[in-house]
């Protein structure tokens, strides 16, 4: 299996291509085309588990993600669960006050801080749809990257699980999983 590595789609497409020429580049965005933007935390799967709401489900991880959070004045919005347009999702401090954390769960008292959330809300959810949803396009990237190196498209690059200066980038869990971690 040849390399799977990161770029930044912020990045012009010339200058990637330029730094890979003999890599395929694939675009796992929201912006992606089919099948790859099936790999955006915003495409619209549709009964993905919520976590610890049993039976709950979400359209996407990213509806799971934002529902969940907690403001100063505003806690979980169960509204975000339902979006399919990939529109709309986010939901930001400017309004509401600042992020105390992720409930785990809609109806649950726990709050989690942002490192917790990641590591019992996001990679859960994103590892479902992975295991349950995008088994089919994994496989045209195993087959790809039989023949040939592939640089991941996303917004963010960062792979750090624990680095919670910047956002964590799906791409580098659709790295992970492609190696067998």
Known sequence: ??????AS???????VERDNPDAAIVDVTSRGPEPWVRFSPFYP????PVPDSPGVSAQSVEGVWQALKVFEREGVDPTKLDITN?????????????VLG???GLTSDALLNYLDARNQIYLPTY???????LQSE??????????QPVVLLDYETNSSINDLSKPLSHASLIAAYLRGA
């Open 127 to 133: 590892r479902w749809v992975l295991d349950n949803r």
């Open 86 to 98: 990939m529109k709309g999702i986010k939901r930001s401090a400017r309004s509401r006050g600042r």
């Open 102 to 104: 992720h409930q785990f």
């Open 9 to 15: 789609r912020r990045r012009k497409l010339a200058n």
């Open 45 to 48: 799967h549709g009964q993905i």
């Open 1 to 6: 299996m040849h390399p799977v590595t990161l």
């Open 138 to 147: 994994l496989v045209q990237l195993r087959t790809i990257l039989d023949a």
